[in-house]
């Protein structure tokens, strides 16, 4: 079964950055679309960014678009979120999850990692 671990989250003040990584156990990794996901407490879940399994294709939530970037390294097994001009509203809990398939599109996530905490604040 595939195994997902996040990692790079923390405190960081409005308009910083950081880097979430999603490193993958599976040597079939580049088969799968990632996606990142994060939930605000008191909030439902919502999905922020999917890549493909070849990368080629990305989409983006509205609230992240032109702020956030997704990529991913097959080599390494490892899928980035870099995260830029953070705002106080994106304080989440972050998770990725691998689709069933290796489009982000019409796509169920099967398989979860525990997530991340992102904290913006001054």
């Known amino acids: 079964q595939l195994q997902l671990v996040e990692s790079g989250g923390g405190l960081v003040q409005p308009g910083g950055s950081l880097r979430l990584s999603c490193a993958a156990s599976l040597f079939t990794f580049d088969y799968y679309a990632i996606g990142w996901f994060r939930q605000a407490p008191g909030k439902e879940r919502e999905g922020v960014s999917c890549?493909?399994?070849?990368?080629?294709?990305?989409n983006y939530a509205d609230s992240v678009k032109g702020r956030f970037t997704i990529s991913r390294d097959n080599a390494k097994n490892t899928v980035y979120l870099q995260m830029n001009s953070l705002k106080p509203e994106d304080t989440a809990v972050y998770y990725c999850?691998?689709?069933?398939?290796?489009?982000?599109?019409?796509?169920?996530?099967?398989?979860w990692g525990q997530g991340t905490q992102v904290t913006v604040s001054s």
């Open positions: 999850a691998a689709a069933d398939g290796s489009t982000c599109r019409g796509t169920d996530f099967g398989s």
């Open positions: 890549i493909s399994s070849t990368g080629s294709s990305t």
